[in-house]
């Protein structure tokens, strides 16, 4: 079919004079939309009205999703790198917009697994293809500055929640005039949320379409003006040789990345799953807080747009200073943060707010650089791929971050009568999970030589791969952009 035949990879290649910078928007187009995932909890309480349920049934939707997008990211990379990020893209959007339409089978029908299936399960496939389909194509077009381009992309993913929370609010008033969007309490008919999803499905998958389409890999040995690949060598901890997926899992290095990025998940994720009773909690006076629920809304959506933020001017400052002292930061100044809120949060509402905003911009940083940190390490042949193995971290985090932070909270009182003291045991958890992550960011080493693909003569095609149904080598991929021709072994071993 002419439709699915330019989804192949020979259509996906740039022409002369093809502008890099239409790259990050396409991305835009795929993260903005799966970032809604971070916005489920607008009509968590509807959906709770609608099927008679408890709090954990229908946050199971969302646990569901989460978990998918890391195994489908983990399972599905090395097939993203074959077949491109047109493909790839394409697959997301199908995958994400039946999850929202089998969901709204489920919500019409009163058959809550339906729901489980369609959000859940295939809504999360979607989201890990997705989330990792254009990292090594921004990756490939910008050599220069990996971080800003993949900042810019998975920023993206922290701001759909911005878009997405008060756009779902309208749609249910809209398809409900009984609904209040402005009261918190207020929940939205069975027919409303039918409307959403119905809704959401459709206009997603028209939007990720943009990017589908848009969407280009360079052509073989493309490389930005005026850049030279001798830079990116000449940097700490950078290497010009090629790792596989395979062999990346087999490294330390991965290893401790991976929990590098776990801990900083962990630490960040449980703040942000519990923000607004949160901020209620420390300004508690003689059992009634002094923070107002319409406030501690607008925190929440002050922790998103820090998130936000975080993701762009963070991974872009690494692009200066490095992956490995930036993370430094996100994890040392992480500690120091969490012991003051855990310490003197309590003192004054602006100083709250200041030190969660500024552990929020390093939670949404850690995620963008993460993609730069792995180019770095294991180069750009299957970058994708590794970065879907990785993401497993983030599965594991969004189990263990909520858990820790709410069996803390569950030893220390019922909600809505807790102070700021309650929350210290698991503030300071959190430190220590942090140093942790400090310590094995510490330990990370450039990739030994023998996990390497075979090195090339000067001016030979890179590693062997396969994209789509066709052979062909790294180069062809846009390896060459990011100057593995013509090198050698990495110069930092």
């Known amino acids: 079919m002419p439709l699915l035949s330019a989804l192949d990879h020979q259509h996906t290649v740039a022409k002369p004079g093809y502008s890099r910078w239409l ?38 939707i969302f646990s569901i999703a989460i978990v998918m997008l890391g195994l489908s990211a983990a399972v599905g990379g090395t ?42 399960f295939l809504g999360g496939i979607g989201l890990g293809i997705g989330y990792i389909s254009p990292v090594s194509t921004l990756i490939k077009w910008f050599p220069d500055r990996p971080g800003l381009a993949t900042g810019l992309a998975i920023m993206g993913f922290g701001g759909g929640a911005m878009l ?44 990720m379409m943009f990017g589908v389409f ?30 596989s997926a395979t062999n990346a899992i087999r490294t330390r290095s991965f290893w401790l990345l991976w929990i590098v990025l776990f801990c900083n998940v962990t630490a960040g994720i449980g703040i942000l799953e519990q923000a607004s009773p949160m901020i209620q909690d420390f300004f508690r006076e003689n ?19 820090f998130n936000m933020a975080g993701r762009f001017a963070w991974s872009s400052t690494s692009d200066i200073i490095g992956r490995k002292p930036i993370y430094m930061v996100y994890l040392g100044v992480g ?37 730069a940190y792995l180019r770095d390490l294991f180069g750009t042949y299957q970058v994708g791929a590794i970065h879907g193995r990785l993401l497993t971290a983030w599965s594991a985090a969004g189990i263990a971050g909520p858990l820790i932070i709410n069996g803390f909270l569950d030893a220390q009182g019922k909600p809505g009568t807790l102070t700021a003291s309650a929350y210290q045991p698991a503030l300071f958890t959190m430190v220590g999970v942090l ?52 090198t050698e072994r990495s110069t930092t071993r």
């Not at 790198?81 to 893209?89: L, Q, S, T, V």
């Open 23 to 60: 790259i990050p928007p396409a991305a835009l187009a795929v993260h903005l939309c799966i970032g809604q995932a971070y916005a489920t909890s607008v009509y968590k309480n509807s959906l709770i009205a609608h099927f008679d349920a408890s709090q954990t049934a229908i946050g199971v």
């Open 79 to 120: 097939w993203v790198e074959a077949n491109g990020p047109r493909k790839a893209m394409f697959v997301s959007a199908c995958f994400w917009a039946t999850g929202f339409l089998v969901g709204a089978l489920g919500i019409a029908t009163g058959q809550l697994w339906l729901v489980y299936l369609g959000y859940g």
């Open 164 to 207: 997405a929370s008060p756009l779902s609010r309208q749609l249910l008033s809209f398809y409900d005039p009984g609904y209040d969007p402005s009261n918190s309490a207020s929940v939205a008919s069975g027919g409303a949320l039918v409307g959403l999803f119905v809704t959401l499905g459709v206009g997603y998958f028209a939007i």
């Open 214 to 243: 848009n969407v280009r890999v360079p052509a073989p040995g493309w490389r930005p003006a005026g850049f030279d690949p001798a830079t990116v060598a000449a940097k700490p901890l950078v290497t010009t040789a090629h790792v």
């Open 287 to 305: 059992g009634t807080s002094t923070v107002t629920i319409a406030a501690a809304g607008g925190f929440v959506g002050l922790l998103s747009l």
């Open 335 to 371: 500690m120091v943060l969490y012991a003051l809120l855990a310490l003197i949060g309590s003192t004054a509402t602006a100083l709250f707010v200041l030190l969660a905003c500024v552990i929020l911009s390093f939670y949404g940083g850690g995620f963008a650089t993460v993609p």
């Open 435 to 486: 140093a942790i992550g400090f310590v094995a960011n510490l330990l990370i080493r450039p990739v030994p030589d023998r996990f390497h693909e075979p090195a090339t003569p000067v001016g030979g095609p890179g590693p062997a791969t396969t994209v789509g149904d066709r052979s062909t080598t790294a180069s062809d991929t846009g390896v060459d952009s990011a100057g593995s021709v013509g």
